[in-house]
Nanobody
Framework: QVQLTESGGGLVQPGGSLRLSCAIA????????MGWFREAPGKEREFVAAVGWHGGTTYYADSVEGRFTISRDKIKNMVFLQLGDLKPEETAVYYC??????????????????WGQGTRVTVSS
């Protein structure tokens, strides 16, 4: 079982940037994906980005590719999401998640069984 704690959310101007962090506790040596999802008011939870923990392969939603960057630090047991050129419609609670071992679908939230409490990002002028 993996425990995840997000931080770094806050208020940012349109076009601005934020860096979200996810601290991982009770980590196991099995390979898995770490993902970021977001949930806007009144909308379904959607995939944002994911990274293979061991190999570092990255995956992005089409809507954020080129603006967001996911990374992980295997020594510090942390995952990061750099959000750039933020848009007002990207206001949401952002969640860090860990997938099941050997999950073949890192972009689907149903493949993740460990979730953080979320960190709120508000994009507004």
């Amino acid at each position: 079982q993996v425990q995840l704690t997000e931080s770094g959310g806050g208020l940012v101007q349109p076009g601005g940037s934020l860096r979200l962090s996810c601290a991982i506790a009770e980590h196991t040596p099995d390979r898995f994906f770490m993902g970021w999802f977001r949930e806007a008011p009144g909308k379904e939870r959607e995939f944002v980005a994911a990274v293979g923990w061991h190999g570092g392969t990255t995956y992005y939603a089409d809507s954020v590719e080129g603006r967001f960057t996911i990374s992980r630090d295997k020594i510090k047991n942390m995952v990061f999401l750099q959000l750039g050129d933020l848009k007002p419609e990207e206001t949401a609670v952002y969640y860090c998640a860990a997938s099941r071992p050997n999950s073949p679908h890192p972009t689907q939230w149903t493949e993740y069984d460990s979730w953080g409490q979320g960190t709120r990002v508000t994009v507004s002028s």
